[in-house]
DNA sequence: TTCAGGATGGGGTGAATCCCCCAATCCACC
DNA sequence: GGTGGATTGGGGGATTCACCCCATCCTGAA
């Protein structure tokens, strides 16, 4: 029995999930006759971090979704510290904007949890061997949503207020600017998306992931 | 070698989990020698529902949130085609409301994805003898949370069209009453959430699941 | 049978919204 | 040096929202 050559870290926030991808990866014969060894499992996005700097495997795979820090940001990190190791990103859900970030931020592989897995372990072999492999679904995704427009700082600030709750004045005090730009900044934000209330502002800005979900009432 | 007593039906929306799942019943020595035999897998509630109905196993161990039918859904209609099925439930995301509402629908079990699995699995050969068990956090959580306050049909609806981005004239077309009705039901709607504008009673008919998360701009 | 509560509407008021108009500053880019 | 974008701010107006007042109708529980 040989030794496996290619270690892995797995981060999800779900322990299920870790322990389903630990399952799969080790079983024989998946890229080489004793599978790939999982050396570490991280729960939240901060441990995965800590966990590539510590071991720098050869592969890592990510949920998008996870405390403390999402995939974007520890894809973002583990570039940093472990170039050599092959990020690859499980998505739950799928909003345009996300994916991609991810795919410009340049990942190895980019997978939905929600179709079958045989494209991702279909596809790791070329992936550890330097290939890139973005799933079908994403790719149609990519092609056909409408871009999201970019946001400036500002109005991403605005943004995250709106969806937080508070008036225009409020912003106003909160930002230090007048509430009449507030209002410009609302405005403007509102003609880009393409909305007309608070309401759908906040569903796109929720269905979009464009804010941070950690909004306190 | 003995047979498995025990069939189990595994519904996720996710692949990874339910082969999770799967491995981690069928592993010899959970509750007999022999383990659980998953004999159906299910990727949406419909799916489920009519796993139950063909196979009727000792244990259903489910997901929350899936598509086409919820958990709540599913439980009450498993009850319905096979009252004998122990009903497990497992929740990804911990909103008070849902927990609330599956507990007195009487789900076996009910544990949260995030935690360890340990407590699940240490629990189920109990389940299975008839015992329940839900998970120490929504323990926690209902007798800390402040119980949300009962809405009406009508409230229910308006709420939906409200995080739909709609506005008071629309949902007066739509639910065929005047625009006056439609505020008074939205006005005691934030009374009764505590709440004082849109944005906050979005926040939070998304943060306790009030309301379905499919909403269409 | 009374009575509470839900659903239905109308009137009205003050605040906030949505969206025009206008202008100034700053800063990066060609 | 010009050009465009982001940010800042003001005036104004039509609409909507948030929240009071009032009433009627109906259903189910006490």
Request: aromatic residues 2%; charged residues 25%.
């Amino acid at each position: 029995m040989s030794e496996p050559r290619f270690q892995a870290v797995v981060a999800d926030d779900h322990a299920i999930v870790r322990s389903g991808l630990r399952a799969a990866l080790e079983s024989p014969g998946l890229v080489e006759p004793a599978g790939i060894k999982v050396v570490a499992e991280a729960a939240d996005g901060l441990s995965a971090i800590a966990a590539i700097r510590q071991n720098r495997p050869s592969l890592l795979l990510l949920d998008v979704q996870m405390p403390l820090a999402g995939g974007l940001e520890v894809l973002i990190e583990a570039r940093r510290w472990s170039p050599e190791t092959r990020v690859v990103v499980l998505s739950g859900v799928t909003s345009p904007g996300k994916i991609g970030e991810l795919v410009s931020c340049g990942v190895d592989g980019l997978f939905s949890k929600g179709e079958d897995n045989d494209e991702l372990f279909g596809a790791l072999p070329g992936i550890l061997r330097g290939r890139r492999h973005v799933a079908e679904v994403f790719r149609r995704m990519l092609e056909e949503a409408p871009a999201v427009p970019a946001l400036s700082e500002r109005e991403r600030q605005v943004l995250n207020l709106v969806v937080a709750g508070r008036s225009n004045k409020e912003m106003a005090q909160v930002l230090g600017i007048s509430a009449k730009t507030v209002d410009r900044h609302r405005t403007n934000l509102m003609q880009k998306l393409d909305v007309h209330s608070v309401a759908q502002l906040i569903a796109y800005a929720l269905r979009e992931g464009l804010i941070a979900p950690t909004s306190g009432l």
